[in-house]
């Protein structure tokens, strides 16, 4: 029998699908883990913290953990040393590598689990929504109706244009699905091609090191990919001029793997003609920064997958299959690969 210790906040009707699962032994206490602020919320209020005696209460329950359901916040301790026996993490976020990191499990043999492929549908449809808000000029559309103004103008489609998506992991692949029936040619960018290499509802795929080359026909470019040594600003002023004017950008990976300089030197020149943004380098976006000031730029604070209870469910659909393969001695799902970090 193992101890499953839950450390995020989780509907009733949830935690109770983990108690019935098995035989195994939860513990879960909804007044020591961030409180939702809308329902279905798993990661809880920013900035709230344990009162002293809290704090003692979450570490013997942590201490007792051989399974965590998501990694427990603010325990001030490496999570090997807080909790001796633990042998498996599932983390909350799909972008798991830096927050095991930081936990100090690369170094152990605890293994790690991503949320990989939970946020993905609701990832892409905000892509897809940008992309859409762009091409039909909804903006212009909304002024002028303000104006009760009837202007007839050109407008854009998606049919025939080129979709570059960097990054072809589970977001990738759902934008790619929620794409093609647009009539968008899809490029996909991975870290390695293989011959004979492909993926469903992409036309071609390029590899990393050819990045520029893929960029250069795509009228627009998203991006999905996690926060690693190896993607940081790689979308770079380098990145930007092997696009074609007038590109529109969307990032729902990590905000770090954008030069934010280099794309707003590309929104004001134009050259960039719009994005959708989910992600930053710093969060929250400062108050000072460049990117607030842009009309055709669609600011996201990193919460366009927050879809109440959706992603909650999922979470725990997939926590409940890798939890089966667990007791069974089978490969888990979205193992995390402690050198690429994702």
Known sequence: MATIVIASCFEEKNIRRVREAGSDRVLYNASLVPPPRWPGDIVGEHGWKRTPEQQETFLEMISEAEILLDFPRNIERPLPEAA??????QGGMAGAGPVARDAGLLETDIVVTTASGVFSTQLAEFVLGGM?????????????????????????????????IIGTGSIGQAIADLARPF????????????????????DVLYRTGDLHKALKNADYVSIT???????????????????????HLSNVGRGVVVDEGALVRNLRSGHVSGAALDVFAVEPL?????????????????????????????????????LRRYRAGEALENVLNRELLY
């Open 225 to 247: 990919l996690p926060a690693t040594p190896e993607t940081e600003r790689l979308v770079d002023d380098v990145a930007f001029g092997a696009m074609k004017p007038g590109v």
């Open 286 to 322: 400062p108050e000072n920064s460049p990117l607030w000031g842009f009309e055709n730029v669609i600011l996201s604070p990193h919460s366009t997958d927050n879809v109440a209870r959706v992603t909650e469910t999922k979470f725990i659909d997939l926590f409940l299959e890798n």
């Open 132 to 164: 859409i808000h762009a091409a039909k000029r909804f903006d212009r559309l909304r002024e002028h109706r303000l104006r009760r103004e009837w202007r007839e103008e050109e407008t854009g489609t998606l049919e025939g244009k080129t979709l570059c």
């Open 84 to 89: 001796p026996g633990l042998r498996w993490v």
């Open 183 to 202: 009539g968008l040619n899809i490029i996909g960018v991975k870290r390695t091609v293989k011959p004979g290499d492909s993926i469903p509802n992409f």
